[in-house]
């Protein structure tokens, strides 16, 4: 009972490939049920992810692998008896939700990236504005006292209305 109601897939093959047990869990992860499977073998059954179970699963191991968009770790153990392996034993955790947040923190660490890059292109942009600006302002105010004494020595209405050009400013 308490191996049927585990919250991971619990799935045992013995050492001749046949499954000999396949709980609630690994029922619900492969949509297959238990009946089905028990005492049946494992090629046989597993045969459209075998060759994640293959490749694997001979020795101690764990892997991640994507069934029915979902994403999946396995750990497998075997099991031995004077030295010779008599069962394998996966326990199959359903990690999707932990993926998918992993690549939101991602995400999330990028935009954060890309916003400070911005943050600090705009802080640049920024003081080189202020900076023009406050040039442009001194030079305008530098113009304006330099050039006020020859006006007024030439007078206003003749230096805008003038049509004789002497410089004479010493």
Request: aromatic fraction near 14%.
């Amino acid at each position: 009972r308490l191996i049927s109601n585990m919250a991971d897939g619990l799935i045992v093959i013995d050492k001749a490939g046949y499954i000999v047990e396949f709980n609630n869990r690994a029922c619900e992860i492969f949509g297959m049920n238990t009946n089905d499977v028990l005492g049946k073998s494992s090629e046989k059954v597993f045969s459209s992810i075998k060759e994640h179970f293959n490749s694997h699963g001979e020795l101690d191991d764990e892997w991640n692998f994507f069934w029915k968009n979902r994403y999946y770790n396995v750990s497998t153990r075997k099991v031995s008896r004077n030295g010779k392996v008599i069962s394998k034993i996966f326990v199959v955790k359903d990690i999707d939700e932990n993926i998918r947040y992993e690549k939101q923190i991602l995400e999330s660490r990028e935009r954060a990236e890309r916003i400070n890059y911005e943050k600090a292109i705009e802080l640049i942009f920024a003081c080189s504005a202020f900076l023009m600006v406050a040039s442009v302002i001194v030079f305008c105010v530098y113009i304006f006292i330099a050039g006020v004494p020859p006006i007024l020595e030439i007078g206003i209405s003749e230096f805008i209305f003038g049509t004789e050009w002497t410089p004479t400013y010493k």
